[in-house]
């Protein structure tokens, strides 16, 4: 059982005692929180809940915690328990029970930290999902490093997780790349063609034209146009999704599944939804179209054009492919539930793709939708717009060339995607402590350092005695360790994986502490013992390390 429940239970088993024996009325607790105070003379591990039990009880906080105090049991993780005001409990961790729990991280090995809080609840997880009508930018990277992140975290969380990525292959803009690809295409035919006003003229359209026109030659000349223009499109865009795939392998993201947004019309999801929102009252007709209308929406102007499903050329919006393809996800696949992980630029669409899965009846609050926020991208203290090899946009291809998928995921992570936020390429590529990314990893190589130095000393610490470790620096070390389950609950239940890169530098803090404050490996003879126990818990700190760079899908070197 981790730490947090073993405490939580405890503190349970003290209030049930208390009102046995009369000491404190019978009132309902539905979860007990901790935290881990900042100043040491408060203890390890705290409690809030004297102060919430002190109105429905009618009893002062500090009543309460003085009451509880002798009842929490000292025969286990705590030693000592005391009131604090205005109506903490402050518990004091034993340092014998804290010694003992390396041998169970080791135990655990690389599943150290998983937690059962999603009980095998189903869930997609949805992000990216760039049109493949070009290639994937910094923004997406972004979106791309928390997404996948996230759902390492709900999977250690026990939650049954598909990763998906939503493929815009139908709709106004995979028209638009289509004539935009068949003009370039005609061009390095030698034909005269125009880019269509709001086409795509980025250089990599005419990257694609010629790499089909090598490939084909003029053949797609022969055919009717409207034909071949499909034909050239698709191609272009199979090109453009292969190097998706590509450029995400690079950064370490991978998906379960790639939905066709075409697929929901020839698989006939969308005539479904329409046939429901008409049934249930949420469709009407006006200037040619067809709209959604949301009681969920009257704050809004419900003519806003974002509202439209069917223009009045008879041509389906993006927004009902989207309710179609939430239809798909709670009616058809069934996923309990549902997390759809989008740009900034796409916050406006979330009140109407919210009013819209609950009028096709899906379960209250079974949707998510989170918005990463924008990207800065920065050289020291010089902004960088463009890029200097073709003049347009970052693209995700070249931020991990230059900086490496590693710095790329860690700095990502360290922000909350709801926080816009500068990402310095300069320093993510610093071989120094000045580098967080760099500090991680080093921590985890000079771990495998001290135990190769070990092995070829032929040392062998499995009959370890861990109660030697008792130093505050060993101490603090396994504290931080134990402190990871409860982190992986906390980030599943707030959907916040940016919590890692933190978790993952302070626990380096508390390694280097304990190395620079603790002789590992001795050659005394007399210090065997402590050397021992120390390799057992220099193991137990790799296997956390190894675990949460591993979350944050990080290399963990073994040398640097």
């Keep these: 059982m981790a730490i947090h429940h073993e405490i939580s239970a405890i503190i349970r088993q003290a209030l049930d005692e208390a009102v046995k024996k009369g000491l404190l009325p019978e009132a309902p607790v539905d979860r ?19 102060m919430k039990l ?32 205005p109506g903490f409990l402050n518990m004091a961790l034993n340092p014998a029970w804290t010694a003992s729990q390396v041998d169970t991280i ?20 949805e992000f990216v999902s760039g049109n493949p009508t070009g290639p994937l930018h910094v923004g997406h990277a972004r979106g791309a490093v928390f997404g996948s992140a996230l759902c390492s975290v709900m999977e250690a969380a026990g939650y049954d997780i598909q990763r998906e990525y939503y493929i815009n292959d139908s709709g106004n803009q995979w028209e638009l790349f ?23 003229r980025g250089g990599y359209v005419t990257e694609l034209a010629r790499a089909i026109g090598e490939k084909h030659g003029e053949g797609f000349l022969s055919m009717p146009e409207a034909q071949a223009m499909e034909k050239v499109g698709m191609l272009g865009m199979q090109m453009n ?4 795939r590509a450029d995400l392998d690079s950064l370490r993201v991978t998906f379960d599944n790639w939905f066709s947004e075409r697929s929901l019309y020839t698989g006939g999801q969308f005539k479904k939804i329409m046939a429901v929102l008409e049934e249930r009252g949420y469709l009407s007709e006006h200037d040619g179209a067809t ?24 041509h389906p919006t993006y927004f009902a492919s989207d309710i179609a393809y939430h239809y798909n996800k709670f009616f058809e ?36 939708v989170l918005i990463t926020q924008l990207v800065t991208l920065k050289r020291g203290n010089e902004v960088v717009r463009v890029s200097k090899r073709t003049g347009d946009m970052i693209t995700l291809h070249e931020l991990v060339e230059e900086v490496g998928a590693d710095a790329c995921r860690f700095v990502f992570l360290s922000r909350s995607a709801d926080s816009q936020m500068e990402f310095d390429l300069e320093l993510a590529k610093k071989q120094s402590a000045e580098n967080p990314v760099y500090y991680v990893q080093y921590a985890h190589a000079r771990i495998a350092g001290i135990l190769r130095l070990a092995a070829e000393r032929g040392i062998d610490y499995s009959d370890g005695d861990l109660s030697l470790l008792a130093h505050e620096a060993e101490q603090a070390l396994i504290k931080k360790m134990l402190s990871l389950p409860e982190l992986i609950e906390m980030m599943a239940r707030n959907l916040e994986p940016h919590h890692l890169p933190h978790f993952a530098m302070d626990l380096a803090t508390a390694f280097h502490w304990f190395y620079q404050q603790c002789r590992v490996v001795s050659s005394e003879p007399g210090d065997l013992p402590y050397t021992k126990a120390r390799l057992k818990l220099v193991d137990a700190a790799k296997t956390v390390l190894a675990r949460c760079l591993g979350l944050m899908s990080m290399s963990a070197p073994e040398e640097m």
């Design 291 to 314: 709209w959604f209308t949301s009681p969920a929406l009257m704050d809004e102007d419900n003519k806003n054009k974002e509202n439209v499903l069917v223009r009045n050329t008879g």
């Design 333 to 368: 696949r069934k996923f309990e539930k549902v997390i759809d992980i989008w740009g900034a630029d796409h916050h406006g669409h979330v009140p109407r793709v919210k009013a819209s899965a609950a009028a096709i009846g899906a379960p209250n609050k079974a949707l998510t």
């Design 241 to 244: 999704i292969e190097s998706i």
């Design 178 to 200: 289509m004539k935009s690809l068949w003009a370039r295409y005609l061009q390095v035919c030698g034909r005269e063609a125009e880019v269509p006003e709001n086409g795509y």
């Design 32 to 50: 007990i929180t901790l935290e881990r105070p900042q100043n040491a003379e408060h203890g390890d591990i705290a409690t809030s809940t004297p």
């Design 106 to 125: 080791r135990a655990a090995g690389s599943d150290y930290g998983r937690v059962d809080a999603g009980a095998g609840v189903r869930m997609q997880v």
């Design 54 to 85: 002190a109105k429905p009880l009618r009893m002062n906080p500090m009543k309460i915690a003085e009451t509880l105090a002798p009842l929490i049991g000292t025969d286990g993780p705590v030693s000592k328990a005391w009131a604090a005001r």
